[in-house]
């Protein structure tokens, strides 16, 4: 069984996730790190969009550039379709090769997956971590030791969960846990919210 967990920038969602590894058991793909290794790791991935894009994410080494292809994606869907088209795939495969070594629940983490078409209809249940969108700016401050600049440029990207954060859009059928309080008040709703969601399997 999957559990997709997200939540936007400054959520707690892998805060979260930890604490649903501790409690119950369940493992943990965080699929943000997973596309960071495939484009090492994989054999073709990178060199397919390379070939699409018509440019190199190398350097002179050899060495992958994530910049290089964050440059070449800002501001350009066209260039984001390219490169989840290629990726997204490659993932899914990953994954399951991955969940195959497990039993019962497991979670996949994802910053973006419910803005994705790719991931429509993915997981047996959707939980999003959620918080007012100025503690989730403050958290964010603090962790990433960013410009405010920098972090509300990445929150006005993440449009879906800015729009559960105020009440709207929340997905049907998807659990929502509000953390905006403590860690002990944290861990209660996930326990609540998760075993809510085992006894509806």
């Not at 994410?57 to 440059?71: E, W």
């Not at 490169?83 to 039993?103: A, C, G, H, M, T």
Request: charged share 30%.
């Amino acid at each position: 069984m999957i559990l997709v967990l997200t939540g936007g920038i400054g959520s707690g969602k892998s805060t979260a996730a930890r604490i649903l590894n501790e409690s119950f058991g369940c493992p943990v793909y965080d699929a943000d790190s997973a596309v960071k290794r495939l484009y090492v790791s994989h054999p073709h991935l990178l060199s397919d969009i390379e070939s699409d894009a018509g440019r190199k994410f190398t350097d002179a080494d050899g060495v992958f550039r994530p910049s290089l292809m964050a440059d070449w994606i800002f501001g350009n869907p066209d260039a984001i379709a390219e490169v989840e088209n290629r990726v997204f795939p490659v993932l899914l495969e990953d994954f399951e090769s991955w969940k195959v070594q497990y039993e019962g629940w497991v979670i996949f983490e994802s910053a973006t997956i419910l803005e994705k078409p790719f991931f429509k209809g993915f997981g047996d249940a959707v939980l999003i971590i959620d918080a007012p969108i100025e503690l989730r700016v403050e958290r964010a401050l603090a962790r990433d030791k960013a410009g405010r600049e920098k972090i509300m440029a990445r929150v006005a990207e993440q449009r879906l969960m800015n729009d559960i954060s105020q009440g709207r859009n929340i997905p049907e059928g998807a659990y929502v846990c509000r953390n905006d309080g403590n860690m002990d008040a944290l861990r209660n709703e996930l326990k609540e919210i998760f075993e809510t969601i085992i006894n509806k399997r």
